[in-house]
C-alpha cells in the first residue's frame, strides 16, 4: 500500500491546515490510519489514529482539542485539520497504516507509510 500524505506548507502561528493521506489503487478497508510527525532531533511522535470501520479516533495531549482526523469514505481519504497551530508543531507529518484495525498501536505496529509532508509553523 503506498500512501500518498499532502496539505503541508507554511503557516503563521494560530492558523490552520488540513492534511490528507490516500492510497491510490487501494482502500482502506478495515484499517487503522493514523498521523505520526517527526521534528529535527526529536523521535517519531504520534499525532492521531482513526479506525475506517468505526470512526474510533484518539490523541496525542500535545494537540487533543486543537487537531481533528476524520476520514472520507467517497474519496478514500484520511484527513488531519490542524487548528490553533504553534511552532512546536513544525515537523514532518506522515500518515500510517495498521493493517490490523487498531488505533491503539505503538509506532513500529504499523504496516506502511506514505512519505510524509512538511508543516512549518512561524512564530
Known amino acids: 500500500v503506498q500512501l500518498q500524505a499532502s496539505g503541508g506548507g507554511l503557516v503563521q502561528a494560530g492558523g490552520s491546515l488540513r492534511l490528507s493521506c490516500d492510497a491510490p489503487g487501494h482502500t482502506f478497508n478495515t484499517y487503522a490510519i493514523a498521523w505520526f510527525r517527526r521534528a529535527p532531533g526529536k523521535r517519531r511522535e504520534f499525532v492521531a489514529a482513526i479506525s475506517w470501520n468505526d470512526g474510533n479516533s484518539r490523541y496525542a495531549n500535545s494537540v487533543k482539542g486543537r487537531f481533528t482526523i476524520s476520514t472520507d469514505n467517497a474519496k478514500n481519504t484520511v484527513y488531519l485539520q490542524m487548528n490553533s497551530l504553534k511552532a512546536e508543531d513544525s515537523a514532518v507529518y506522515l500518515c500510517?497504516?495498521?493493517?490490523?484495525?487498531?488505533?491503539?498501536?505503538?509506532?513500529?505496529?504499523?504496516?506502511?507509510w506514505g512519505q510524509g509532508t512538511q508543516v512549518t509553523v512561524s512564530s
Open positions: 500510517a497504516v495498521d493493517k490490523h484495525g487498531s488505533i491503539w498501536g505503538a509506532v513500529y505496529e504499523y504496516d506502511y
